[in-house]
């Protein structure tokens, strides 16, 4: 018999053709499988057997119930004729291999594998075994009156459109994320969650991995450089797709090109209150309109604790509105006027505590007259203190006030702890203030750190190695660290009077069910300040507004191209449902007359054509087409300016594209607008230095030792213009980081900021991955391919070895450097380990976030497993088999 064989584990495939087994070998299939069998990590020393796990009904009675463990029998060979069982084959031999067999702790939920669930009615609508994985991963036993309140509501019963409003730390997130384990495990539909920032969508892929690990749906990452589009087509598994606003609209946008967007039943929006915010909210504003004209039938749900408008939202949405003041963790409001504490009722009104005393001495007194060391000593090393800062020089200046402050309590806490911490921040190249901080117990955190310094910051905290963070406002934002008291040191967000949005969003930190019993936020406000502060606090929260306006041309433009509209009269309904013609920014906008416009503009722009003119055809029914232009746009997610900029760069590039290294494929997709701005005393230096590939780029941008001199002299340079200037400036600094020089080394050759130089490469990134997408719709394969490969070297920093691990959600450079120089090299490797072993290689890894991680390398491997799958069938279909 002419036969394929490829063994993973015990489990063998065959088939009796000579041409499926070519097939399925040039699709990865045998390596990949096979790869999966054979482990060289640590902790994958034996062969796994699989645990069989109790029964579902012995779950739904206790909770948490270890099964005994038996040996999986090998399947039986495949009939002639049929490739693929109908048991999920290639994950029995995953879970053979031990991928998924794994040892756990104690506690760990088996879930019966051979008996698929099948009800549907014993947790809010889910299988019984759902409230032992709560109970497991999160230690929540019962929901909220309100949660269930919530998920009983008549809107979510008829699958209706839902905002719901509650504080921080209310408990928003279980609510969505049973409604879309419901989506995936129920309905057998694709869910979208949106969330505001990479850190959080990082954050939920872990909090979701073990759950999917367990339940059998896949959760996917599209963050930065992270995501296919379109995503993969499967046939057996569901899928939870976490984006961030930008990402979540390239993928809503793919699905309707393939027609394939109802596979997809529910979209969760966190934070829903930032469509009102300016750059971001437009995005979000374009997927949520995008969605609801598509009319796909998909439900809409927004969850935010700060919304002063509500039923403009609920209109734009067309949803029910379900509000509640809880929070399950009491939060005391104080705010500090001279040396007296006073508590902060709901009308603003303040009521005397306590007159703050401390043991400080005259000269500390002199160097703290507000009490700041004293009132982060009443809860530290016992539990955790935010200080908020208006500005990130501050945040520095306060982190180094209370390490001069520093108690005999807080200075012996976790000593090696903390000695281990500044060993890593140093090799992370962190500062000299923030490494000695480190020692205290203090650390500041701000966007000026690299992502890596931020997060064993992060790490540190939420561990107790470190009890104080200095921050700015982002940090409230972008990053769930909560603390039993938060401080804001000043009532300023940078030079801005703080509003009550920021405010709540701040004071929100303080207090978590399961982290702390109780919450307290300090206002720090000079008696002075107070009266404008308090009317200021008083205007309650802002409403969210439309700011659609600036991205009018790349919505409608959009809705052409995916074929949504065809002509001005369906792309003014297109307008007249979103927010913008509920809540403008400005008051009143007229419709019809932003509809005009913006047609106008997009065909004097030629990214619009009008198609069949005809004089008998009315001017509101005349066909549209977007143009090659325009589609490379809306295919790469990029505006129109940038995307001509491109095309004419890329034009210039072919008549002398330097490729003796990446530095002008790196000058091509560095942002047109950048904020740096190069000392050109430094710049001259830089120049000088210059290698082959330097100059002879520098050349064909028309940078020449002339301009260098100008540079040197202080002379205007006028044949080259300073974006081209500043760009290559930052070119340089991308093509040091894809040769792997440290971020500290880089930030101290070209005199900027870590987290500067964290966020160029971000975007830099994120316009390489549309530039590639515009050249395939281009039709310049060439640049494509070459844009392809820069992302993915670019967004691991030029080392390939690092590539697979820095997959894993969070995972930066220095925490794949650790688990890679500890022997966990593969994503294999990082799936076969046991918790202790992880703890035990890698510092400030919790046992906790060691199972995580452990979840979300299995997560993946299924996930590439099932992306084979899918792709071998589709041979088999395409070859009628």
């Keep these: 018999m002419n036969g394929f064989r490829s063994t993973l584990g015990s489990y063998t495939l065959y088939k009796d053709t000579a041409l499926h087994s070519t097939a399925l070998t040039s699709h990865g299939l045998k390596t990949v499988t096979q790869s999966l069998g054979t482990g060289t990590g640590p902790a994958a020393k034996r062969r796994w057997n699989v645990e069989s796990a109790a029964t579902e009904a012995a779950l739904a009675g206790a909770g948490c119930v270890r099964g005994a463990a038996t040996a999986l029998a090998p399947p039986t060979p495949t009939p002639r004729g049929i490739l693929f069982e109908t048991k999920d084959s290639f994950l029995l031999d995953i879970r053979e291999s031990g991928i998924l067999a794994a040892e756990t702790e104690e506690k ?32 929540i036993e019962q929901l909220y009156d309100w949660q269930e309140e919530c ?35 129920n309905r057998k539909h694709n869910a979208i969650f949106i969330l505001p920032f990479v850190a959080i969508v990082q954050e939920k892929i872990w909090a979701l991995a073990p759950f999917a690990l367990q339940l059998e749906f896949l959760v996917e990452e599209y963050a930065g450089g992270k995501g296919h589009l379109p995503p ?46 300016a750059g971001r909210g437009s995005t979000l504003e374009t997927l949520l309109t995008t969605v609801i004209f598509a009319n796909k039938g998909i439900q809409i749900v927004g969850m935010s604790a700060t919304i002063g408008n509500l ?71 016992g539990g955790s203190c935010l200080v908020f800062c208006p500005t990130k020089r501050n945040c520095e200046n306060v982190a180094a006030l209370l390490c001069r402050l520093q108690r005999k309590d807080m200075s012996q806490h976790r000593t090696e702890e903390r000695s281990a911490l500044q060993r890593s921040l140093c090799n992370e190249g962190a500062a000299p203030g923030l490494v000695g901080a480190a020692a205290a117990g203090v650390a500041f955190h701000h966007a000026g750190l690299s992502a890596d310094e931020r997060s064993l910051i992060e790490n540190a905290f939420r561990s107790g190695v470190i009890s104080v963070i200095c921050c700015t406002s982002t940090l409230a934002a972008g990053v769930n660290l909560p603390a039993r008291r938060v401080i804001v040191r000043a ?33 720090i406000v000079s008696p002075r300040e107070w009266p404008a502060v308090r009317t200021r606090l008083s205007e309650g929260i802002p409403p969210a507004l439309s700011s659609l306006k600036t991205s009018i041309d790349e919505l409608l433009l959009s809705a052409v191209a995916l074929n949504l509209c065809r002509d001005r009269k369906a792309l003014k309904a297109l307008l007249e449902s979103t927010l913008l013609a509920i809540a403008p920014e400005e008051g009143s906008v007229d419709i019809d007359e932003v509809c005009n416009e ?39 997610c990029l505006d129109l300016t940038t995307t001509k900029q491109l095309m004419k760069e890329l034009e210039q590039a072919s008549r002398g594209l330097v490729l003796m290294g990446c530095l002008h494929l790196l000058f091509l997709v560095t942002p047109q607008e950048v904020s740096i701005r190069p000392d050109y ?15 002879q780029t520098a050349r064909v941008l028309g940078i020449t030792e002339v301009n260098a001199v100008r540079m040197m002299t202080g002379k205007p340079i006028t ?163």
């Design 151 to 185: 998920l009983n509501l008549q809107a979510i019963r008829d699958r209706l459109n839902l905002i719901y409003a509650l504080p921080t730390s209310g408990g928003k997130t279980l609510v969505a994320e049973v409604l879309m384990l419901r989506e995936v495990i």
């Design 598 to 636: 913006s047609i106008g503009s997009l065909l004097r722009s030629e990214a619009l054509q009008v198609v069949g003119r005809d004089g008998h055809v009315k001017e509101d029914e005349l066909q549209l087409a977007v143009s090659t232009v325009g589609r490379a746009a809306v295919k790469g």
């Design 108 to 139: 760990s939920i088996f879930v019966p594998k051979a008996n698929p669930v099948t009800k549907h009615e014993g947790f809010y609508g889910l299988p019984m075994i759902v409230k032992g994985l709560f109970k497991t991963y999160r230690n």
């Design 491 to 523: 009532p300023l967000v940078g030079r801005q009077l703080l509003s009550m949005g920021s405010y709540k969003q701040m004071v929100g930190r303080a207090g978590r069910a399961g982290v702390c019993e109780d919450g307290e936020s300090i206002l």
């Design 232 to 277: 993969k087509k499967r046939r057996k598994k569901n899928t939870i797709y976490i984006a961030t606003i930008e990402k979540g609209l390239a993928l809503v946008r793919s699905l309707i090109e393939l027609n394939r967007l109802d596979e997809v039943g529910l979209i969760v929006v966190d934070e829903l209150h930032l469509i009102g915010e």
């Design 311 to 381: 039923p403009d939202l609920g209109r734009f949405l067309k949803a029910e509105i379900f509000e509640k003041q809880f929070r399950p963790v009491e939060l005391k409001e104080y705010v500090k006027l001279g040396d007296v504490l006073y508590r902060l009722r709901e009308d603003m009104e303040l009521v005397v505590e306590r007159k703050l005393a401390y043991d400080y001495s005259p000269a500390a007194l002199a160097l703290d007259p507000d009490f700041l060391g004293g009132l982060v000593s009443e809860v530290v090393p």
């Design 681 to 695: 005393r430094h710049y001259y230096t830089l120049y000088s230095n210059l290698d082959e590939e330097g100059l």
């Design 719 to 881: 044949n080259v213009s300073e974006s081209v200037l500043n760009r290559f400036y930052v070119a340089l600094t991308l093509r040091d980081l894809y040769r792997r020089m440290p971020f500290a080394a880089v930030s101290d050759k070209y005199n900027i900021p870590k987290g500067t130089i964290s966020s160029l490469l971000s975007s830099a990134v994120a316009l390489c991955l549309g530039a590639q997408r515009a050249c395939v719709e281009l039709g310049s394969w060439t640049y494509g391919t070459l844009f392809d490969e820069l992302a993915s070297r670019l967004k691991h920093c030029g080392a390939p070895e690092l590539e697979a691990l820095m997959e894993l959600p969070a995972v930066k450079k220095g925490r794949a450097l650790q688990l890679h120089r500890a022997g966990f090299r593969r994503l294999e490797d990082v799936a076969r380990a046991a918790p202790d072993d992880l703890v035990a290689a890698v510092t400030h890894l919790s046992r906790t976030a060691a199972n995580h991680l452990i979840s979300a390398a299995r997560v993946l491997l299924i996930e590439k497993v099932e992306n084979l799958r899918a792709e071998a069938e589709d041979v088999m279909e395409g070859l009628n088999l």
